[in-house]
C-alpha cells in the first residue's frame, strides 16, 4: 500500500565540490536518491524524456516522462511541477510530495510515519539542513526555501502550479503562497533529517526573473485574497510594484534591478507569512 | 515522535526594541549588527511559562563566536554557543518566572566587544554582533480562551478612561549606599489622571528582595510606598481613594518607563547589565505588587466609580 507518493526530477549529472577538490556530485545524487524510498514510500523521477535512458537509477524509483515546454521558457530542460504533482496524485497515493532532487532523507521510520500522519490535512513545508561534509550530522537550517514539500492529495488537486519548473526558483514559494491565499493550512517543518550538501545557487538571474514574473501572473488576479492574509503594507506594495513591472518589461531601466530587489523582499515576505506556523519535528 | 512550535524573529524585518543598526543581507542571510552600544534590546510576544531558544548569529569564517550575554525580562540567562557551518547559535532556556506577569518577552543582549567598521556611505560605525534570528519554542502553550472578554474590555475602558496614567520620560541615576541598591528616577512630563506632573523625583531602594518607594512633586512632601520581599505593596496614605487607585496605576507603568529610558540611554554606553536586569526585576516585582493591589482596591475599597474623573490628583499638604 502506498502511503506516500514523492515526486522529483533525478539530473543526468549532479557536481558538489569535494574535499580536496574532487566531485562529491556523483555520490551524493545516489546517496539522495536512495534516501528516499521507504515501505510505503512511492518515489516517480519525472524527466524529459530524452534525459530518462541515461539516469542510472536505483531500484525503486520509478522513471515517468515529463511534459515538454521548461527548457522553451527557461532555457535549460526540465519538469513541470504541475507535471510532477499530477504523477503522484496519479498513483493514487493519499499524500503526495514533491523532494528537490539534492535532498537526502535520513529520516526513520517514526519519522516518515509522523510526516505522512500530519500532511493529512495540511501542507508542510520543509526546509533543509544545511550540510558541508556528507558524514555531517548538525548544520543550520535554510529558512528561505521548501526542498521537501508534502500534502494530502485533495489540496494538491487545488493548488495551481501551471508555469513553475523544478530546478528553478519561486515554485516552493508559491505553493505555499496559493495554499495561503486558499486558506489551505500550511506549516514549515525544521527537522534535522533532511539534509543538503552545500553548494553555489545554480539558478540564473533572467530565470529567476522570469519566474517572479510567471508568479505575479498567477497573484495579480488574486490580489484581493493576497490582502486578506495581512501580510503588511510593505510587502503589498512590493506585490504591486512587482505586477507593474512584470506587465511593463520594455519600460526597461532600471526595472530588472528593482524586480530583483522587490522580489527578494518579497519572498523573503512570503517566508515570514509561512514560519507564522513553524514546527520543529525531532 | 516530537513536534515543538516555532517562533521565529527574522531581523531582516522591522523589529520592537532599540540598538540594532538597519538591516543588511550577506550571502542569502539576513542580519542586523547591534550597535552603536553593547546594549542591545528585542521585544517580542511570548506566550507565558518556560522554554528554550536560539539566538543565530551570522559569522564571516574564520570569525570567532562573539560572546554575547542575554537576558529575559531582566533575568539572566545561560545561554552555551556552538557553531554551525557559516552561523553561531547561542541556545538558551528560561524558567516559568521569566514570563511570570509579562505581556510580552524583553530580550537583552549584551555584547562584551564593540568595533569599528565601515558602513556603505556611512563611514565609521561601532557594530557588535549579526543576529540573524531569534527562535524560540515555548515547552507548552496557555490555551487561549475567550472566557472574560467581556470584563477584559471594560476594565481596560474603565482603567483608560477613570484611572488614565502616563509615566512619561524617565531619566535615571544608579546608586549604592552599603549593600542597598539605589535607583533615582526623575519623571518628566508625566500624568496622573487628568493632572500634568512637570517633574516627579522617585526615589528607590532596594535591600534583600524588598523595595521602599518615594514619589515627590516639587515642593511637596514626598509619599511613600513599600514592596516586602514576598512581593506585597503598600501604598501611601493620605491621598483620596482615587488617587491611591492612581499612584499604584504609576508604579505598574514604571517598567515601561524603564525600558523607554533603556532604548534611549543604551545606545552607546557600557551598562552594568546585571545592575540594569537587577532593576528590571525589581521593577516588574514592584508593577505586579501593585497591579494586585490596585486589583485589591477596586473588588472591595471605595466604589471606584464614585467622584469626578477630572478631578486634579490632590498631593497631600505637609501637615
Given at each position: 500500500m502506498t502511503d506516500l507518493a514523492l515526486a522529483t526530477s533525478i539530473p543526468p549529472v549532479m557536481r558538489r565540490p569535494g574535499p580536496g577538490g574532487e566531485d562529491a556530485g556523483p555520490g551524493?545524487?545516489?546517496?539522495?536518491?536512495?534516501?528516499?524510498?521507504?515501505?510505503?514510500?512511492?518515489?516517480?523521477?519525472?524527466?524529459?524524456?530524452?534525459?530518462?535512458?541515461?539516469?542510472?537509477?536505483?531500484?525503486?524509483?520509478?522513471?515517468?516522462?515529463?511534459?515538454?515546454?521548461?527548457?522553451?521558457?527557461?532555457?535549460?530542460?526540465?519538469?513541470?511541477?504541475?507535471?510532477?504533482?499530477?504523477?503522484?496524485?496519479?498513483?493514487?497515493?493519499?499524500?503526495?510530495?514533491?523532494?528537490?532532487?539534492?535532498?537526502?532523507?535520513?529520516?526513520?521510520?517514526?519519522?516518515?510515519?509522523?510526516?505522512?500522519?500530519?500532511?493529512?490535512?495540511?501542507?508542510?513545508?520543509?526546509?533543509?539542513?544545511?550540510?558541508?561534509?556528507?558524514?555531517?550530522?548538525e548544520g543550520p537550517f535554510y529558512r528561505y526555501g521548501y526542498d521537501l514539500v508534502l500534502m494530502p492529495r485533495h489540496l494538491a488537486a487545488a493548488i495551481d502550479m501551471r508555469g513553475f519548473a523544478l530546478g528553478v526558483p519561486w515554485w516552493d514559494y508559491w505553493i505555499l503562497l496559493d495554499a495561503l491565499m486558499q486558506g489551505i493550512p500550511?506549516?514549515?517543518?525544521?527537522?534535522?533529517?533532511?539534509?543538503?550538501?552545500?553548494?553555489?545557487?545554480?539558478?540564473?538571474?533572467?530565470?529567476?526573473?522570469?519566474?517572479?514574473?510567471?508568479?505575479?501572473?498567477?497573484?495579480?488576479?488574486?490580489?484581493?485574497?493576497?490582502?486578506?492574509?495581512?501580510?503588511?503594507?510593505?510587502?503589498?506594495?512590493?506585490?504591486?510594484?512587482?505586477?507593474?513591472?512584470?506587465?511593463?518589461?520594455?519600460?526597461?531601466?532600471?526595472?530588472?534591478?528593482?524586480?530583483?530587489?522587490?522580489?527578494?523582499?518579497?519572498?523573503?515576505?512570503?517566508?515570514?507569512?509561512?514560519?507564522?506556523?513553524?514546527?520543529?519535528?525531532? | 515522535m516530537t513536534?515543538?512550535?516555532?517562533?521565529?524573529?527574522?531581523?531582516?524585518?522591522?523589529?520592537?526594541?532599540?540598538?540594532?543598526?538597519?538591516?543588511?543581507?550577506?550571502?542569502?542571510?539576513?542580519?542586523?549588527?547591534?550597535?552603536?552600544?553593547?546594549?542591545?534590546?528585542?521585544?517580542?510576544?511570548?506566550?507565558?511559562?518556560?522554554?528554550?531558544?536560539?539566538?543565530?548569529?551570522?559569522?564571516?569564517?574564520?570569525?570567532?563566536?562573539?560572546e554575547v550575554a542575554i537576558f529575559l525580562n531582566g533575568h539572566r540567562l545561560v545561554a552555551t554557543p556552538r557553531r554551525l557551518g557559516a552561523m553561531a547559535v547561542l541556545d538558551f532556556g528560561w524558567d516559568a518566572a521569566a514570563m511570570a506577569g509579562e505581556r510580552q518577552a524583553e530580550f537583552w543582549f549584551h555584547a562584551a566587544a564593540l568595533r569599528q567598521l565601515p558602513a556603505p556611505g556611512q563611514g565609521m560605525r561601532a557594530v557588535g554582533f549579526r543576529l540573524s534570528s531569534l527562535v524560540l519554542e515555548p515547552r507548552q502553550e496557555g490555551a487561549a480562551s475567550a472566557g472574560g472578554a467581556l470584563a477584559l474590555i471594560a476594565g481596560r475602558r474603565f482603567l483608560e478612561e477613570r484611572l488614565p496614567v502616563t509615566p512619561g520620560r524617565a531619566r535615571l541615576a544608579f546608586l549604592a549606599d552599603g549593600t542597598a541598591r539605589l535607583l533615582d528616577m526623575r519623571l518628566e512630563?508625566?500624568?496622573?489622571?487628568?493632572?500634568?506632573?512637570?517633574?516627579?523625583?522617585?526615589?528607590?531602594?532596594?535591600?534583600?528582595?524588598?523595595?521602599?518607594?518615594?514619589?515627590?512633586?516639587?515642593?511637596?512632601?514626598?509619599?511613600?510606598?513599600?514592596?516586602?520581599?514576598?512581593?506585597?505593596?503598600?501604598?501611601?496614605?493620605?491621598?483620596?481613594?482615587?488617587?491611591?487607585?492612581l499612584l499604584a496605576r504609576l508604579l505598574t507603568a514604571l517598567p515601561d518607563a524603564y525600558a523607554a529610558w533603556l532604548d534611549e540611554a543604551m545606545a552607546r554606553a557600557a551598562p552594568d547589565a546585571a545592575l540594569l536586569a537587577a532593576w528590571r526585576r525589581s521593577l516588574a516585582q514592584l508593577a505586579r505588587g501593585s497591579e494586585a493591589r490596585l486589583a485589591a482596591l477596586i473588588a472591595d475599597g471605595p466604589d471606584p466609580f464614585a467622584g469626578d474623573p477630572r478631578a486634579a490628583f490632590a498631593w497631600p499638604r505637609a501637615a
Open positions: 551524493w545524487r545516489a546517496a539522495c536518491a536512495a534516501s528516499w524510498t521507504a515501505p510505503g514510500w512511492r518515489v516517480l523521477t519525472v524527466n524529459p524524456a530524452a534525459e530518462i535512458a541515461t539516469l542510472d537509477l536505483p531500484a525503486g524509483i520509478e522513471p515517468i516522462p515529463a511534459e515538454p515546454g521548461v527548457a522553451e521558457a527557461f532555457g535549460r530542460p526540465g519538469t513541470w511541477v504541475s507535471d510532477a504533482l499530477a504523477q503522484a496524485l496519479a498513483t493514487g497515493a493519499p499524500v503526495v510530495g514533491i523532494v528537490n532532487a539534492d535532498i537526502r532523507l535520513d529520516l526513520s521510520a517514526a519519522q516518515r510515519a509522523a510526516l505522512v500522519e500530519r500532511a493529512r490535512d495540511r501542507i508542510l513545508a520543509c526546509n533543509r539542513m544545511e550540510i558541508d561534509h556528507p558524514s555531517q550530522a500550511v506549516e514549515v517543518v525544521q527537522c534535522a533529517a533532511i539534509r543538503h550538501l552545500s553548494h553555489s545557487a545554480a539558478w540564473q538571474r533572467p530565470a529567476w526573473l522570469g519566474a517572479l514574473r510567471g508568479m505575479m501572473a498567477h497573484v495579480v488576479p488574486r490580489r484581493a485574497a493576497l490582502s486578506r492574509l495581512g501580510m503588511g503594507s510593505v510587502a503589498e506594495a512590493v506585490v504591486d510594484l512587482l505586477a507593474a513591472v512584470a506587465a511593463a518589461p520594455e519600460e526597461s531601466y532600471p526595472l530588472d534591478q528593482l524586480a530583483e530587489t522587490a522580489g527578494t523582499r518579497f519572498g523573503i515576505e512570503v517566508v515570514r507569512l509561512a514560519e507564522r506556523n513553524a514546527w520543529t519535528m525531532e | 513536534w515543538r512550535r516555532r517562533y521565529v524573529h527574522d531581523m531582516l524585518f522591522g523589529i520592537e526594541g532599540s540598538g540594532w543598526h538597519p538591516p543588511s543581507m550577506r550571502d542569502a542571510t539576513g542580519f542586523r549588527w547591534s550597535g552603536p552600544g553593547r546594549f542591545s534590546i528585542l521585544r517580542v510576544p511570548l506566550p507565558e511559562g518556560a522554554g528554550r531558544g536560539e539566538a543565530h548569529i551570522a559569522l564571516v569564517d574564520p570569525e570567532p563566536i562573539p512630563a508625566a500624568r496622573l489622571g487628568p493632572t500634568p506632573q512637570a517633574h516627579l523625583a522617585c526615589a528607590l531602594r532596594a535591600e534583600a528582595e524588598a523595595l521602599e518607594l518615594a514619589i515627590a512633586s516639587p515642593g511637596l512632601p514626598a509619599l511613600r510606598a513599600a514592596m516586602s520581599a514576598a512581593g506585597d505593596v503598600t501604598l501611601p496614605d493620605g491621598l483620596s481613594p482615587r488617587d491611591t487607585l
